[in-house]
């Protein structure tokens, strides 16, 4: 593998990181500042801790950075509680965007496990 781009990790959390952002484009103007800024601030380090940790070349610090991709990832559906709670979104799109994070995070964690099994193997880091 040559680029973190080829991750499917990475896919999946840049797919997450386009519909959060369509869907910050339809908040109201008065959560700019709020709402809108935490949701693209969460979905942002997801994608940008999974390269970064790419670029480490060690297991270690590379399965760091996916852990810290992985608590903004669980940020992402508290922000859409509150875009549901103040009646910003339906539980239609709610519940689309919360299947889409989980399974962002079922490939995360399968990511985190995989460089887990590398690094104990004693293999090159």
Known sequence: MH???ELEV???ARELRMTVSGLTKKLPAEEKFRLTDQLIRASR???ANIAEGFGRYHYQENIQFCRMARGSLHE???HLNCAH???YIGE???SALRNQVHHCMKILNGYIAYLVRAK???GPQ
């Open 76 to 78: 992402i559906p508290e």
């Open 45 to 47: 380090s997801v994608t």
């Open 120 to 122: 104990n193997s004693g």
């Open 85 to 87: 709670d103040e009646k």
């Open 10 to 12: 990475y896919k999946s």
């Open 3 to 5: 680029s973190f781009e």
């Open 92 to 94: 239609e799109v709610c």
